[in-house]
């Protein structure tokens, strides 16, 4: 190496310590609002699971939350497989149809929950 | 009142076990009675960094299972008879630990001693989340470098929510260690500085613990640093985060083995 490339170096050296605190500022303030918010789902789906339970029993597989974050307004969406002998007894349609009875395998509600 | 510490990080290699076994040291010899519990069951390295490798009959699982006394595992160190160990299994595994046996040890612990001070293994799982799991006080270990402040403000989350304390609503008393410091570095911009990972993680600063080959040379011979060469840089920036742990205020420094011109011919190879 040359010594006027040794003297070109030092004087450019890049600062890459301004760099690295911008990447972490930009991350970390993504991972805390998403550890967050998982963590809201995940107490969410533990609650409404026990709710739910007292009245039918239900697999934990069978609760799905999701939200889902818009501009104005975001949305909750709980989903309830419950097993279809365990339906409560809606009138069914009166069809003669003898086959598979359509009762609501699935009850979905959806809510809508106005982020702040 | 005993005082239950956590060091923790996240992150391995960044300075847990020769922080915990130099402030437990500057503890001890500050007239405390103080307790080291290694948590890193599988990988134990604490009875090594206190030069008491030779001297481990039984282990936390041990006390943990109830297969041995509390007393019959406990390691009183040598050089300070203030300082004991409780080292971890190197056999078994970090499921031998159940949540009530080391809520019992810890309990038991803190009748005796002033400060019960956890070495928490790196990573989330099971070992690191129950040496934080009855901490009074956490110590996030990280080095100016982007993976261990990212993983440091994982830790910090899980402190908030994981812990006995969080869990009252209460809140585990936190903060930061920086260690591997190279100030002359920081100040080129080549190294995030102090301000930048406080701004960064937003918990109060214990202390600053400069790089040093005084603490390599130090876990060499199986001796704390602050024991081992106390006037050293890094032994000096241990004794003052020790101080700062028992609530006293000072100033915030960033000692320094910096030699005269003399000191920087000469000094090196005679050290």
Not at chain 2, 52 to 60: M, N
Not at chain 2, 261 to 270: E, N, Q, V
Request: proline share 5%.
């Amino acid at each position: 190496m040359k010594l006027v490339d040794f003297f070109k170096r030092t004087r450019t050296a890049p600062h890459t310590a301004p760099v690295a605190r911008e990447r972490l500022q930009i991350l970390l303030a993504h991972e805390r609002a998403v550890s967050g918010k998982s963590d809201l789902i995940a107490i969410l789906q533990e609650e409404i699971m026990a709710v739910i339970a007292k009245h039918f029993p239900v697999e934990q597989e069978g609760i799905k939350v999701k939200m889902e974050r818009g501009e104005v307004v975001s949305t909750l969406e709980v989903e309830v497989e419950i097993p279809t002998p365990m339906c409560p007894s809606f009138p069914l349609p009166a069809k003669p149809a003898p086959a598979e009875p359509a009762c609501a395998a699935e009850a979905a509600e959806a809510a809508e929950a106005e982020m702040s | 009142m005993a005082k239950v510490l956590v060091v923790t990080s996240g992150k391995g290699g960044v300075g847990k076990t020769t922080s915990t076994a130099a402030l437990g040291a500057a503890l001890a010899t500050a007239g405390k009675n103080v307790v080291l519990i290694d948590f890193d069951v599988g990988l134990r390295n604490l009875d090594l960094v206190m030069g008491a490798e030779r001297r481990v009959v039984y282990d936390l699982i041990n006390v943990v299972q109830g297969d041995a006394k509390l007393a019959q595992a406990l390691i009183r160190d040598k050089r300070v008879p203030a300082l004991h160990l409780l080292p971890a299994s190197q056999t078994r595994d970090k499921d031998a630990l159940s949540e009530e046996g080391v809520a019992r040890v810890i309990a038991e612990l803190r009748e005796k001693f002033d400060w019960v001070i956890c070495d928490s293994p790196a990573g989330i799982e099971r070992g690191a989340t129950l040496a934080m799991r009855h901490a009074d006080v956490a110590i996030v270990v990280t080095n100016p470098e982007v993976s261990s402040v990212r993983d440091s403000d994982r830790m910090i989350g899980l402190l908030d929510s994981k812990t006995e304390k969080a869990e009252k609503g209460e809140r585990v008393e936190k903060h930061l260690l920086i260690t591997r410091f190279d100030a002359a570095r920081a100040g080129r911009g080549e190294m995030l500085n102090v301000e930048d990972v406080l701004e960064i993680l937003s918990i109060p600063l214990l202390g600053i613990i400069p790089e040093s080959f005084e603490v390599l040379r130090a876990s060499n011979l199986g001796s704390p640093v602050t024991l081992n060469n106390p006037m050293s840089a890094p032994a000096r920036a241990y004794f003052d985060a020790a101080k700062r742990l028992n609530g006293e205020a000072l100033d915030m420094t960033i000692p320094s083995d910096r030699k005269g011109l003399f000191g920087k011919l000469f000094g090196r190879r005679a050290a």
